[in-house]
């Protein structure tokens, strides 16, 4: 039978919001790097005027910002439901196992 330990599952819940922190710092930074290229290149192969590619490229950086937070949020809401699942189902294994105990 499966044998439930709060001390681990806790542990291990701990570990998935430290790596939710990182990996939200992560995925924000390489949105902005990525689609400030992406617009800047864009820009250049349409106009070669360096204020123009280096502006659009900015743009490009705070669309970026905005969707590489949009994506992290959507990740942190996977990862916070993937936590709760953990607890919640060591809750029921528990509580099963205390009814076969009685």
């Known amino acids: 039978m499966l ?8 542990d291990i819940v701990n570990r998935l919001v430290k ?6 710092t992560v995925i924000i ?8 290229v992406l617009f800047g ?3 250049y192969l349409v106009n ?10 900015f743009i490009g950086a705070l669309l970026g910002l905005l969707i590489g937070f949009l994506v992290s949020s959507v ?3 996977i990862l916070e439901w993937m936590a709760q699942v953990l607890v ?3 809750e029921i294994l528990s509580q099963l196992r205390k009814k076969n105990k009685v």
């Open 29 to 36: 930074l390489y949105m902005v790097v990525i689609m400030a």
């Open 48 to 57: 070669e005027q360096l204020i123009i590619w280096v502006t659009i490229g």
């Open 88 to 90: 919640a189902e060591g």
């Open 75 to 77: 990740f942190n809401i």
């Open 41 to 43: 290149v864009f820009a």
């Open 3 to 10: 044998l439930y330990e709060h001390d681990r599952t806790k």
């Open 19 to 24: 790596s939710s922190r990182v990996i939200r």
